[in-house]
């Protein structure tokens, strides 16, 4: 019998992940482009899912409206975009701060949301965690 290889393990902690009851989506992004490799929950603008499962919009971040904005839902692509603007701009902000520090969590709530998102360190020993930058949505828990 084969023994479950990383992209198994990685895959099924996705999955057990995604489907906790406040989950409302998991993205997993590429760290060097911010492309989205892995998404559940959200719906891509090349995806034919259905919109019971989507993220509730915040306003835009150059502030144009468009019609997923309209209608209250963002697609992975934009949500992705988001995401990686905000990294950028934190891990400058964070290396500003002192040269040698890296940005190891983000977390950012929302009224209705939250954002937990774990970039992959590039000291880590560990050659797949330093390639991603994974993101949590999740309702906002009382507070």
Known sequence: MALPTTTDETSALLTRLSQ???????????????????????????SSASL?????????ANGDSSD????????????????????????TLVSGLQDDEELKLLR??????ELVIVPGTKRCTLTCDNKFILVVIHDTPPA
């Not at 590429?30 to 891509?44: E, N, P, Q, W, Y």
């Not at 950012?108 to 949301?113: D, E, G, Q």
Request: aromatic share 4%; proline share 3%; glycine share 6%.
């Open 52 to 60: 019971d499962a989507s993220l509730p919009a915040s306003s835009s």
């Open 20 to 46: 906790r009851p406040d989950v409302q989506s998991t993205l997993v992004m590429s760290r060097d482009t911010g492309a989205i490799v892995r998404t559940s929950g959200l719906i891509s603008r090349n």
């Open 108 to 113: 950012l709530r929302t009224k209705r949301n």
């Open 68 to 91: 997923s904005t309209a209608s209250g839902i963002r697609s992975a692509e934009e949500v992705a975009q988001l995401i990686w603007s905000f990294m950028s701009a934190a891990g």
